[in-house]
């Protein structure tokens, strides 16, 4: 791998792709630390030492790479994206307008671009305004701390805010489709991977100050034989094979050429793990908010769902992911789309009738794959949590299933198409 990355860096336009998409993440994690106008960077930072430890707010803070509970000029990270994506891939389902829009073509999928954007833009203002009401009242956004974090509350300030932390949101929207565009990888992607291992340094220096240089080497190891396991299953497929009909073409017989279809073990990624861990995320956050973590019925989300390892929690878990892995895959991959595309080609699958037998044989593959990928999916969710929580440093690794799935999806990506770069310029042609 170091010889393919010397090899980039030896070619000039793909080195000056890197460079690029290296300067942006740059300039993202500047903007992460810059607290916004009107924020009291030092009342901040005492009310993070209080809460640090606390599985809610590492789960807040996961996306952001820390941001966002520093409430700064790039608070909402990506996140507002995202959800935009989501929403809008959800109603293309339901809305028939947008359904016809994304089989245009690349004008269709321009226009639901548009429109995604156009969502980022609502969603960060309505999320920026909720985190500035909270962050007005002590002891709200940081519960247990009092501190006063917005010591100017004036409405001009406040509007001010809003807007700051709305156009942090839109400009790393605009970084990620800059990267996606003229850099190396998915540009979303690699903010969210950038986001992530930002806080794994402080992490590793935490276990090696509190549990020793022994504990960190036992939890690296754990990590690697984990993400070994994450790489193997993430690059298992299925192929289903597919051959092309022979057509005449004036007086040539065109065609005839074989190929397949790749369908993943894991088609979902790391959505349904999201979807999941989020949804359960809501009632701690709500007894946190409304303040009843110690009586009725915020002692009983504190029992139960509180600490990750409850075994209600993992109950509710594993389902919840099953569950989404089917609803996601559902909507991303169909059979009866795939089916009519083979069949206007002249493609069919060998054994199988075009036409709804060949929707059906999709269908069921599909299925039969599904099932092992979401296990695979609730297994590599739940398996940190107990690995980590045995070695006494489950704390400095929140959310760690969901982290490891992002890093290893978006790492191997990103070496995809670097590889990919660099075999389309080294290849010398048939002449030569």
């Known amino acids: 791998m170091l010889s393919q990355f010397a090899a980039a860096f030896r070619t000039p336009d793909l080195r000056n792709k890197i460079l690029f998409t290296l300067g942006l993440i740059a300039i993202y994690r500047v903007g992460a630390i810059i607290p916004t106008p009107g924020v009291d960077y030092t009342?901040?930072?005492?009310?993070?030492?209080?809460?640090?430890?606390?599985?809610?707010?590492?789960?807040?803070?996961?996306?952001?790479?820390?941001?966002?509970?520093?409430?700064?000029?790039?608070?909402?990270?990506?996140?507002?994206?995202?959800?935009?994506?989501?929403?809008?891939?959800?109603?293309?389902?339901?809305?028939?307008r947008l359904e016809a829009l994304r089989k245009e073509g690349q004008s269709g999928q321009a226009k639901m671009t548009q429109y995604t954007r156009y969502l980022t833009i609502g969603l960060s203002v309505l999320q920026a305004t909720a985190f500035i009401s909270l962050a007005r009242s002590p002891g709200q956004l940081f519960q247990g701390c009092n501190e006063n974090l917005i010591p100017n509350q004036s409405i001009p300030l406040i509007i001010t805010m809003v807007l700051v932390m709305t156009a942090g949101a839109a400009m790393l929207m605009w970084f990620g489709e800059l990267i996606t565009d003229r850099g190396v990888g998915n540009g979303m992607s690699l903010l969210i991977f950038v986001s992530i291992i930002s806080g794994m340094p402080g992490q590793f220096y935490s276990i090696y100050v509190t549990r020793g240089a022994f504990m960190l080497t036992l939890t690296?190891?754990?990590?690697?034989?984990?993400?070994?396991?994450?790489?193997?299953?993430?690059?298992a497929q299925r192929r289903i094979p597919v051959q092309y009909a022979k057509k005449m073409v004036g007086s040539k017989l065109m065609g005839g050429a074989s190929t397949y279809i790749p369908l993943k073990v894991n088609m979902a990624g790391v959505i349904p793990v999201i979807f999941a861990s989020s949804l359960l995320y809501i009632p701690q956050l709500l007894a946190t908010v409304?303040?009843?973590?110690?009586?009725?019925?915020?002692?009983?989300?504190?029992?139960?769902?509180?600490?990750?390892?409850?075994?209600?929690?993992?109950?509710?878990?594993v389902a919840m992911i099953v569950f989404f892995a089917y609803f996601y895959v559902s909507i991303t991959f169909n059979p009866v789309e795939v089916s009519d595309n083979?069949?206007?080609?002249?493609?069919?699958?060998?054994g199988i009738r075009a036409g709804k037998p060949t929707e059906q044989y999709l269908a069921y593959v599909l299925s039969r794959l599904t099932f092992p990928g979401s296990i695979y999916l609730a297994v590599v969710a739940v398996i940190p949590l107990y690995a980590f929580g045995a070695l006494g440093v489950g704390q400095s690794f929140i959310f760690g299933g969901t982290s490891l799935l992002i890093m290893v999806g978006v790492g191997l990506d990103t070496v995809k198409q670097i590889e990919a770069q660099l075999q389309q310029r080294s290849y010398e042609g048939f002449l030569r």
Do not use: D, H
């Open 342 to 350: 083979m069949k206007k080609y002249g493609g069919f699958i060998p």
């Open 220 to 235: 690296l190891a754990v990590g690697v034989v984990i993400i070994g396991a994450v790489v193997y299953v993430e690059q």
């Open 43 to 96: 009342a901040i930072q005492t009310c993070l030492t209080l809460v640090e430890g606390n599985s809610l707010y590492g789960l807040i803070n996961l996306f952001s790479g820390g941001a966002l509970l520093q409430l700064s000029v790039f608070a909402l990270g990506i996140m507002p994206y995202i959800t935009a994506s989501i929403i809008i891939q959800l109603l293309t389902v339901v809305i028939p």
């Open 290 to 317: 409304s303040g009843n973590t110690g009586s009725g019925w915020g002692l009983w989300i504190q029992r139960n769902l509180a600490n990750g390892t409850e075994p209600l929690y993992i109950l509710f878990y």
